[in-house]
């Protein structure tokens, strides 16, 4: 069975700290795809990063980093120079690869960045 | 273009009522998902449409009903609902079913009176 975790539940900084999110999965599959998305107040979820299993290169992508340690099972992303716009629910989720129905949702983290 | 596009964005409902959501893309996808999120909840799969066929349903009650007319439309006809299905109604697709990315449209938000 495939579970994620993301154990903050809410997190509040200011505008300008770096804010890291939590994320521990687990699955008995060795082939998977874990993702982030973002769901501002509009409540679309908007796609921000998928890796696959076969990857644990970190990737930056401007103010946004994700570290993917498979030894800790953990898929953290951490916002540098955070900013009020980036106030938001972030999910992280996991589908197992070949098994396009199975996304796995973890419960979601709550970010205010307060100006 | 670029967006998976759902109406309406907001409905109320009463319970004896009849509606439907739309949801339409015309990215190519052959793969749309309907997902239910309650409030402070994650996102929960009810169907997938692969190909325009039900390729599963996740023991969603018969009061949900969904219809893929064609490779860009999904719908979902509600009939009988409770207030307790009252939620945010996401649609998503994706290239093929074993394509990883979703694109999700910004959802219905339903209520149930």
């Known amino acids: 069975a495939q579970k994620v975790t993301q154990a903050q539940t809410e997190i509040s900084v200011v505008e300008k700290e770096d804010v890291t999110l939590d994320c521990v999965y687990e699955t008995r599959d060795t082939t998977y795809y874990l993702f982030w998305y973002k769901q501002p107040p509009s409540g679309e979820l908007v796609f921000l990063i998928r890796r696959n299993s076969f990857d644990e290169q970190n990737e930056i992508s401007g103010r946004y980093s994700w570290n993917f340690q498979k030894s800790t099972s953990s898929f953290n992303f951490t916002i540098t120079a955070s900013q009020v716009v980036d106030s938001a629910v972030y999910f992280c989720?996991?589908?197992?690869?070949?098994?396009?129905?199975?996304?796995?949702f973890g419960a979601g983290t709550r970010l205010t960045v307060k100006p | 273009d670029t967006e998976v596009t759902q109406t309406p964005k907001h409905l109320v409902m009463g319970m004896t009522n009849k509606k439907s959501l739309k949801c339409e893309q015309h990215?190519?996808?052959?793969?749309m998902y309907w997902y239910k999120q309650k409030a402070k909840k994650p996102p929960e799969l009810m169907f997938v449409y692969s190909y325009e066929k039900l390729s599963i349903n996740e023991s969603v009650p018969s009061r949900f009903s969904p219809e893929c007319p064609n490779s860009s439309l999904l719908n979902l006809h509600l009939h009988a609902l409770q207030p307790e299905d009252s939620a945010l109604y996401l649609c998503a697709s994706s290239q093929d079913p074993e394509n990883y990315g979703y694109t999700f449209g910004s959802g219905t938000r339903l209520t149930v009176v």
């Open positions: 990215m190519g996808h052959r793969a």
């Open positions: 989720a996991l589908r197992i690869m070949y098994n396009n129905n199975d996304m796995r």
